[in-house]
């Protein structure tokens, strides 16, 4: 872990119950909450880079999925899946 004064910087970290194994960087905080803005790992059997908004919705994800193939998603305000660049198709909602 690197800390800033008031919280989080950048971890490293295994988390066996959701399975994830990756380095995760926080946005400066009031406290020790501080949000994340980015997320490097694998998660089960899928690799990816996250970026985050300050309220942790996901708004770009880089990912490569148990069959191997890459996705590049952007996401709304919300969060949900808008767009894989990649692939040139919208989400299924």
């Known amino acids: 872990m690197l800390d800033r004064i008031n919280g989080d910087a950048i971890g490293v970290m295994v988390d066996d119950k959701s399975d994830f194994a990756g380095l995760v960087a926080n946005y400066p905080g009031a406290d020790a909450n501080s949000p994340t803005g980015v997320e490097i790992g694998t998660q089960g059997k899928e690799a990816f880079v996250r970026v985050l908004d300050a309220t942790e919705k996901k708004r770009a994800a880089l990912l ?5 193939i890459p996705s590049l998603w952007t996401y709304d305000a919300e ?4 767009f894989d660049a990649l692939r040139g198709s919208p989400a299924k909602h």
């Open 64 to 68: 490569v999925g148990p069959d191997g």
């Open 79 to 82: 969060g949900k899946e808008q």
